[in-house]
């Protein structure tokens, strides 16, 4: 069982900065692949990054490329995502997630749809502003 926290969101003008954490309780924290997702009002939620157990390997969505990074801490079991340039677009409600992976980085097309994930946290809101 893990249990999950994020923080950091909030309410930021178009092209500030946020910078999301995710602190995981419980398990193993590297035996996990870690993913932050999104979802805003009326629409399904999206993928927005993954690293795998060791931080070498990450996958971020082409809408994200560029503006945000995630990266990870084993030692203090979590997460981040720095978002930079953030867009009005960008509003939504954040969650981080994480995948019982091993060592693996491969994730399958369920999993970039939001659907198979192990554990949730329950979100953080972030609001850019025009």
């Known amino acids: 069982q893990v249990h999950l926290v994020e923080s950091g969101g909030g309410l930021v003008q178009a092209g500030g900065s946020l910078r999301l954490s995710c602190e995981a309780s419980g398990d193993t924290f590297s035996s996990y692949s870690m993913a932050w997702f999104r979802q805003a009002p009326g629409k399904e939620r999206e993928f927005v990054s993954v690293v795998n157990w060791n931080g070498d390997s990450i996958v971020y969505a082409d809408a994200v490329k560029g503006r945000f990074a995630i990266s990870r801490e084993n030692a203090k079991n979590t997460v981040y995502l720095q978002m930079d340039s953030l867009k009005p677009e960008d509003s939504a409600v954040y969650y981080c997630?994480?995948?019982?992976?091993?060592?693996?980085?491969?994730?399958?097309?369920?999993?970039?749809?939001?659907?198979?994930?192990?554990?949730w946290g329950q979100g953080t809101q972030v609001t850019v502003s025009s």
């Open positions: 997630a994480a995948k019982e992976s091993g060592h693996s980085s491969s994730y399958s097309p369920m999993f970039f749809r939001g659907l198979d994930s192990d554990y």
